[in-house]
């Protein structure tokens, strides 16, 4: 796990087994996400997929380009797919059988792309759209090789830079009404359901619902098959529902939100209406409340507790550290539950197990 970036200025985490990874959230620019990964030796170029846990600009800020860059494809659920079409079409509303109608034309679109031979977007390196089934068989397994983590990067487009210019592909699909013209307009898209697992390539993923105010918000585990290892993101959610903790055993890596301190939000500079909504069921995680989870809810078993998502103008980074250390207790040792926290500035050190 490599958090690129958390906070409400944006969010981003690269989880990476054997020869697959992918992005979780792309809430910065493409092109700051292109430049925090190559500084984390993560190469940008070898992503299968981004997965998206819900449709708030914190954590989708850059999807587009980057997907369209990368001509990967995207994991919604479909409530929050709908969402963020919404959300990055220009005009205000859109009926849903306006938007199934569009759904239905970019499939058609996508099919055709998979199809033609060269000059593809979506048939280049995953065969278009498709069932998740699809997408293992065309993702190479084993091709390590190819896939090793890099540090230098083979071609000018993963140097950090996000080309502001159309390249040849991205011509052909403006050509055919897509690409800039539509600003919804993805490689490839894939839905899964919260409570219901699927596999990119080596990772097994486990969507859970969180309770947060957007479409249909989720949460992940994912499970590296072959090594048995479980990392979990869990941030954006008001409080610690009962399927949250249920989801959260077991795991040796956990980012888990550590938002703000009760104290300084309701001295804070934010409005009323903003403190009641980050203090809500469907608000953000507090200090406090991600400590009684540690104290109350966690088997004591992880690895590594990655604090996330704090707020810059209601928290401090002690405050947070300080609440989940005291959580912890005794359970803290050489080995395990070691409580570092990710920041909005910088990407973490990857954590590799
Ligand atoms: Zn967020
Ligand atoms: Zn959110």
Not at 8 to 22: M, W
Not at 32 to 57: C, K, N, Y
Request: hydrophobic share 40%.
């Amino acid at each position: 796990m490599t958090v690129l970036a958390s906070g409400s200025k944006g969010n981003a985490t690269v989880i990476a087994a054997g020869s697959t990874s992918v992005l979780v959230d792309a809430g910065l620019s493409c092109r700051e996400l292109m430049r925090r990964m190559a500084a984390v030796g993560e190469d940008a170029e070898q992503l299968d997929a981004i997965l998206i846990t819900h449709e708030h600009l914190d954590h989708v800020a850059g999807l587009s380009v980057l997907a369209r860059r990368l001509k990967i494809p995207v994991f919604f659920t479909e409530p929050t797919h709908r969402a963020w079409t919404r959300m990055v079409m220009p005009r205000t509303t859109m009926s849903y059988a306006k938007w199934l109608e569009m759904m239905a034309r970019e499939k058609e679109q996508r099919a055709v792309e998979a199809a033609a031979p060269a000059h593809t977007l979506a048939g280049k390196r995953l065969g278009g759209t498709g069932v998740v089934a699809q997408l293992e068989q065309q993702i190479p397994v084993g091709n390590g090789s190819q896939k090793s983590k890099s540090k230098s990067n083979s071609n000018g487009n993963g140097n950090g830079e996000c080309s502001g210019e159309l390249d040849e592909e991205e011509d052909l699909v403006e050509a055919s009404g897509k690409g800039k013209s539509d600003p919804s307009y993805l490689p490839a898209v894939e839905y899964f359901r919260a409570g219901q697992g699927f596999s990119i390539g080596e990772i097994e993923v486990s969507p859970f619902t969180i309770p947060h105010d957007a479409a249909d918000p989720c949460g992940f585990v994912f499970h590296a098959r072959t090594e048995s290892v479980r990392m979990a993101i869990a941030t954006d959610l008001g409080y610690v529902p009962p399927n949250v903790k249920m989801a959260l055993r077991g795991v040796d890596v956990l980012l888990l939100e550590s938002n703000h301190d009760l104290e300084m939000l309701k001295d804070g500079p934010y409005p009323w209406s903003v403190k009641q909504r980050v203090l809500s069921r469907v608000g953000h995680l507090s200090n406090a409340a991600a400590a009684e989870f540690l104290m109350k809810d966690y088997d004591g078993g992880a690895h590594t507790i990655v604090l996330g998502h704090l707020s810059e103008s209601n928290n401090l980074p002690e405050l947070a550290r300080l609440a989940a250390e005291e959580a912890i207790g005794g359970r803290m040792s050489l080995l395990g539950n070691r409580v570092v926290l990710a920041q909005q500035g910088t990407p973490l050190e990857p954590i590799c197990l």
